[in-house]
């Protein structure tokens, strides 16, 4: 049987989509104190949003061949930075009324740090075309709403944040 990570760089290279692709393995902890192995498909690109400003992008799949669906996690990192802590507040009140009225099935948050970031919780099965249709629709909600979370004072967009 074709592992689930398989089929999904198979359909993403049909499609012309370009990763960076590595393999993190550690073990975790059951509810019993047992050690069990967990590995990690982590997929890297990034989405060009204008001249001069990327975003880098990430597609985290729990690999295994056990299983018939898996658990994935699809990042947008560094959108932008709060410059202004006074007025992480108000940012915080836009970035949910953005989440609840724009963003679809993706939704913005800001870390500790102040980095604006966006990302999608999702399942992956044998067919890998939704989460891969997910993956390409997340930049088409970023480019779309980048004029509307550009007008929220104390949050810089305007730079990459290497």
Known sequence: MIKITDR?????????LKFSPRVVEK???????????????I???????????AVPCSLFIHDTDEMDYVNYQITYNRIGLVTDRNQLPMILEKINEINMMK??????????????????????GAD?????????????????????L????GLDLSQNLD
């Not at 679809?104 to 999702?122: C, I, K, Q, W």
């Not at 997910?134 to 480019?143: A, C, K, N, S, Y």
């Not at 550009?150 to 004072?153: G, M, S, V």
Request: glycine share 8%.
């Open 103 to 124: 963003s679809g099935y993706y939704h913005f948050a800001v870390s500790p740090d102040g980095e604006l970031h966006m990302r999608n919780l999702g399942i992956l």
């Open 128 to 148: 890998p075309l939704p989460t891969l249709n997910t993956f390409m629709h997340g930049g088409r909600i970023l480019r779309a709403l980048m004029p509307e």
């Open 43 to 53: 997929l890297q690109t990034a989405l060009r949003i204008h001249e001069g400003k």
């Open 150 to 153: 550009n007008k929220i004072k």
């Open 8 to 16: 999904f760089l198979q359909e993403a290279e049909s499609k012309n």
């Open 27 to 41: 073990s975790l902890k059951d509810k019993d104190g047992n050690e069990i192995p967990h590995k990690q498909l």
